[in-house]
C-alpha cells in the first residue's frame, strides 16, 4: 500500500520522470506496493490514459506511470471514488485550463478526510478513556 509519504514525495519530483515504458504489471505492483489487480482495474477504469501496450497487448509501465499511480493510489485511500479519480484524469488530460476544477476536486476530499480525522480522534479518545477505566479497574480487584 502507498503511503501518504511516498504520494507526497511522487508529487515533489523537480525533474522530468522516465516516459520510457520497461515495467511489467508484476514488476510495476511490486516496484509501487499495490496490487496487480489493482494497477489492471485502475487501467481498465481509464485512470492511466497514457499507459502503454507491447505488441502482445500486455501493460508497460514507465516511471511517470509508478508515480501516477502512487498518486492514484493515495487519491483512493483518501475516498475519492472511482468516478471523481476518472473525472479527475480526464481533467488532467484537457490541461491547465483546468486546475481550478482539479484544485477543487483535491479541496473538497481534504475537507472530508479532515472531518474522518477529527471523528477518529474523538473514537480514539472515548476507547483511551474506557482502557484507563478497566486498567484502573484491574488494579483494584
Avoid at 100 to 116: D, N, T
Wanted: charged share 30%; with cysteine; net charge neutral.
Amino acid at each position: 500500500m502507498v503511503n501518504m509519504e511516498d504520494c507526497i514525495n511522487s508529487l515533489a519530483m523537480d525533474h522530468p520522470l522516465d516516459t520510457t515504458p520497461k515495467y511489467s504489471v508484476t514488476q510495476a505492483a511490486k516496484l509501487v506496493e499495490i496490487s496487480e489487480h489493482t494497477l489492471r482495474y485502475y487501467d481498465d477504469k481509464g485512470l492511466f490514459p497514457f499507459l502503454q501496450k507491447n505488441d502482445a497487448g500486455k501493460r508497460l509501465f514507465s516511471e511517470a506511470d509508478l508515480q501516477w499511480a502512487k498518486l492514484l493510489e493515495c487519491l483512493s485511500n483518501s475516498g475519492l471514488s472511482i468516478k471523481e479519480m476518472q473525472q479527475y484524469v480526464e481533467l488532467c488530460i484537457i490541461g491547465d485550463s483546468t486546475v481550478p476544477q482539479r484544485y477543487a476536486i483535491l479541496a473538497r476530499q481534504e475537507k472530508i478526510v479532515k472531518e474522518q480525522i477529527r471523528e477518529k480522534k474523538r473514537q480514539l479518545k472515548l476507547l483511551q478513556f474506557k482502557l484507563d477505566y478497566y486498567k484502573d479497574w484491574q488494579t483494584r480487584i
